[in-house]
């Protein structure tokens, strides 16, 4: 081949190869940029923040990319121990609490929500609300929030799997864009509300308890004034029988009083020699047992103490015998032992009177609960002796537990602890 078309091919070779190179350049050129591009939109959607320090290179694009990725992952980790750390604190709340999406389906629900409504651990996500809980109460009460953009409230009576009140307050999550979830959060009033009966309860029943030996002391006072001057004896029968009356007023009024201050869970905490209190305390009962024939006994363990308020155990003690002594007939026996087992004391209280009834057993410490009304009044008794001995027994961080069998007597036991009561809960 001549020289001179060898010169021209490789003239040409040469011309096509800058060609080649100069469109390959400007190809890679405008690939990096928008390389480069891509990368500064990504920095400025995941990392507002961001500020570019590299060339638009290729070498500054790997560099910057590199430090993107490092931040991410930091972040990604931050975002992980946030949610980690919701999840645990949205486990350990009282409260329940459940998520649900646009279409009323349940998201999440922590375990105090499951455990009210009996769902599984596992539940699977996503499934109709109305479906899951089986009442439609929370649903409709979502729906409402969701209609008027603002929190709602209501309440909410379970009887399956346990009888519960819930206090229910459900509004919309504030998330970017129009979502639709809804939060719902359950607070449980069970006791609250068992309280108020409780206090309604007890008003009710005091009014009434008081409004009887008012009501027969106005009565015999106005015979009274009628039948003194024609019949003296008469006249005196009726002035004992007010004072009977009054009596029972005053035993009413200095029991309501007890209890009030019992209830207040004030303690004048001190050492106490439970068993110098309980001779005290059963010396005091002893002509009145002599009275109605009844053996009353003492069965003292040695060197029995602990720390509490001596003046409310002397309470508690006092009720215990009186309702013994109270429920004991003629000839009965009422003995009352102490002994200390297990860093505890251990009273107990026995009598061989008429017993009580096993469907009774779970309602004598109740305020104003009589298991025989009628003997009760004729005893003097004001129904609130028992109510009295319990709360004693609970601010001092201890238990009562009665053990009964009709016609055979009764023993009630109360267990302190020796190291005195617990603290008072914080505010």
């Known amino acids: 081949m001549p020289t001179s078309t060898l010169i021209a091919i490789g003239v040409g070779l040469a011309v096509l190869g800058v060609i080649v190179t100069f469109f390959a350049a400007r190809t890679a050129r405008r690939r990096i940029a928008a390389l480069g591009r891509a990368v500064r939109r990504l920095a400025g959607t995941t990392l507002p923040s961001w500020r570019w320090t590299e060339q638009d290179d290729l070498p500054g694009l790997t560099s910057e990319l590199g430090a993107i990725t490092t931040r991410l992952r930091d972040r990604l980790e931050e975002l992980t121990e946030d949610r980690d750390r919701a999840g645990q604190i949205l486990d350990a709340l009282d409260d329940g609490v459940l998520l649900l999406d646009g279409a009323g389906r349940l998201l999440v629900a922590n375990p105090a929500a499951r455990s009210w409504f009996g769902l599984p651990d596992d539940l699977r996500p996503g499934l109709p609300i109305k479906r899951v809980l089986g009442v439609p109460q929370v649903s409709a009460l979502a729906e409402q929030a969701a209609e008027a953009r603002a ?75 009628t039948a003194l001057p024609d019949d003296p004896e008469a006249g005196r029968r009726f002035a004992e029988r007010i004072g009977r009356e009054a009596e029972r007023l005053d035993a009413l009024t200095r029991d309501l ?70 429920y004991t007939p003629a000839k009965g026996a009422v003995c009352v032992r102490l002994d200390a087992a297990e860093s505890r004391a251990v009273l107990q209280v026995t009598d061989t009177g008429q017993g009580i009834p096993a469907g009774e057993l779970s309602r004598v410490f109740e305020r104003f609960y009589r298991v025989d009304k009628a003997r009760a009044r004729q005893t003097g008794g004001t129904g609130l002796g028992l109510a009295i001995v319990r709360h004693v027994a609970e601010v001092h961080g201890g238990t009562v537990r009665v053990d009964s069998e009709l016609g055979r007597g009764s023993t009630f036991t109360v267990t302190l602890p020796v190291a005195g009561p617990p603290p008072p809960a914080a505010l």
């Open 257 to 326: 009083l007890d209890l009030s201050r019992v209830e207040r869970g004030t303690l004048d905490v001190e050492p106490v020699d439970l068993v110098g209190l309980v001779k005290e305390v059963v010396g005091g009962y002893a002509d009145r047992a002599e009275e109605r024939r009844i053996k009353l006994s003492t069965e003292l363990g040695p060197g029995v103490a602990l720390r509490g308020d001596r003046a409310q155990l002397g309470l508690l003690l006092s009720n215990l015998i009186d309702n013994a002594l109270r």
């Open 151 to 225: 929190p709602v409230v209501g309440n909410l009576t379970l009887v399956f799997p346990e009888s519960r009140t819930l206090a229910l307050r459900a509004f919309p999550l504030a998330d970017r864009g129009p979502t639709g979830r809804i939060v719902v959060t359950m607070t449980d009033i069970t006791q609250r509300r068992r309280l108020e009966v409780l206090r309604r309860d007890f008003v009710a029943n005091a009014s009434h308890e008081l409004k009887t030996p008012v009501a027969a002391v106005r009565a015999l006072a106005e015979t009274l004034l």
